[in-house]
Each structure stands twice: as structure tokens, then as C-alpha cells.
């Protein structure tokens, strides 16, 4: 499933040292598909692929909690996905 991460950093210089190691350590069932992060370093957008919402946010939590609140949006299948690099009909 795709989940969107909205993330409100509370510490930005610990979130990031921090989302660094486990991005590269993410496991297999896991993807991070992009991240949109605001210039400050302070929001960022995270749109994610995993199992379940409950998986990923216990992995974010385990990485990054302490530096940051969150709030997950879990896409909904029925829709169609939307590939973004090509351009609209």
C-alpha cells in the first residue's frame, strides 16, 4: 500500500542524521518513493510503499520519532495511481 507521511520536525538537525542511516537500512518490504522536504529543513512530504500503515509508522517511529510529529495518510486502492513522469493526456 502507498502511505503519505506528513512530517513536523521538531529538532531538524537530529531528524536528518537521524532518517539518513535508516533510509539505508530500510528492509526489502519497505520503499521510500520520494521525499519533499520544506527549505528550513522542517517539513517534509514522504510518500512511502509498505505492508501497512502499522508497519511504517513503527519504523518511523523507531528512527525519527523523538524528532518530529507526524500525521499518515494511507492511499487507497481503489484509485488509480498516477505515474508522474508522464505528461497528462
Known sequence: MYVIALHNITD???FWAAA???IESLPPEVTLHSMFPEQDGFEVVCVWEAGSVRDLRSLVEGAVGAFQQKRVLP???RHRRWD???RAP
Open 84 to 86: 508522474c513522469r508522464r
Open 12 to 14: 531538524a538537525e537530529g
Open 20 to 22: 539518513g542511516p535508516a
Open 75 to 77: 492511499g487507497r486502492g
